[in-house]
């Protein structure tokens, strides 16, 4: 699990193409008997990677649904055995409440996947 508030639980499901190219599948969960719209998710990794992130499934999630996703592609220059870090910005709306933005750095995924 790479986030979890009172709301949202996002899991990444990672694969290994190559020694250097992560390709992460980002997994939305809604925890709240609420929609939640304007689903976004961005993503920041270190200075030796580059991104590129596919469109997200959708941009909003039901109550206590599981049906967002979105994919990303990093590369590192670096060797591939170097641990993976990413700063994620998370933004949504709950139904009938006020915008929610969430910013976590994830530095603790595995690197022998």
Same mark, same amino acid.
């Given at each position: 699990m790479a #986030?979890?508030?009172?709301?949202?639980?996002?899991? #990444?499901?990672? !694969?290994?193409?190559?020694?250097?190219? /992560?390709?992460? @599948?980002a997994h939305f969960k809604n925890k709240s008997g609420s929609q939640l719209s304007s689903v976004n998710l961005?993503?920041?990794?270190? !200075?030796?990677? @580059?991104? !590129?992130? !596919?469109?997200?499934?959708? @941009?909003?999630?039901?109550?206590?649904?599981?049906?967002?996703?979105?994919?990303? /592609?990093?590369?590192?220059?670096?060797e591939a055995n170097k641990a993976l870090q990413l700063k994620l910005k998370i933004n949504? @709306?709950?139904n009938g409440g006020a915008p929610i933005s969430q910013i976590k750095v994830v530095n603790n995924l595995p690197n022998n996947y």
């Open positions: #986030f979890e508030d009172d709301y949202v639980i996002l899991a #990444f499901e990672l !694969k290994r193409e190559g020694g250097n190219t /992560h390709i992460i @599948t961005q993503v920041a990794p270190q !200075k030796n990677m @580059t991104l !590129k992130m !596919k469109p997200a499934s959708g @941009t909003s999630i039901g109550a206590y649904m599981s049906d967002l996703s979105q994919q990303m /592609h990093i590369v590192s220059s670096m949504y @709306t709950p």
